[in-house]
């Protein structure tokens, strides 16, 4: 639930996570510099508002040099209200998307999972008819891993994907 603010010394300042990154509904990153998630990098969302790009001071990462989220990276909605992706999840993501939000967590704009797990644990994740799961129309090379919750909407494409239910029957 913490704020870190970067502070500038005449040099340009980066945060870079290489880790995992938990931030809570009113934490966040700011301050001068840039922000990088690697793609060994893991960030747990927990604003109403995402991650946004650019330098709008809104939802977790609020630094107003770049702000770069590799589409490599785990990305993690968990927080406790309802929650938008925000305009900064990258437009095609090759590792993980999880939702864990009691709530809703709504998709902000068309995004595809090419070569990743989406993962849905708790909560609905309302796709508003913008998400695109594999991108092959041949081989499975996506997965769709559903322990809890539900999705709202309809996966575009014609790709072929890997579904995955371990969870109980509603």
Not at 22 to 36: C, E, H, M, S, Y
Not at 68 to 81: K, S, V
Not at 125 to 148: K, M, V
Request: glycine share 14%; net charge positive; with cysteine.
């Amino acid at each position: 639930q913490g704020v870190y603010t970067q502070s500038s010394s005449g040099t340009a300042k980066i945060f870079t996570c290489s880790g995992d990154l938990t931030i809570g509904a009113n934490g966040f990153v700011d301050g001068p510099g840039d922000f990088l998630l690697t793609p060994t990098g893991t960030l747990r969302i927990g604003s109403v508002n995402g991650i946004v790009a650019g330098t709008v001071a809104s939802g977790n990462i609020r630094v107003t040099g770049a702000r770069t989220y590799d589409p490599a990276a785990a990305y993690i909605y968990n927080g406790t209200a309802n929650q938008v992706t925000g305009d900064g999840l990258p437009a095609t993501l090759t590792n993980s998307l999880t939702i864990n939000n009691p709530n809703t967590v709504t998709l902000s704009a068309a995004r595809t999972i090419s070569t990743g797990t989406l993962n849905l644990v708790n909560g609905t994740f309302a796709t508003n008819n913008l998400l695109t799961l594999g991108n092959s129309a041949t081989a499975a090379n996506a997965t769709l891993n559903r322990s809890g919750g539900s999705m709202t909407g309809n996966l575009q494409g014609v790709n072929w994907y890997t579904v995955v239910y371990s969870g109980v029957s509603k």
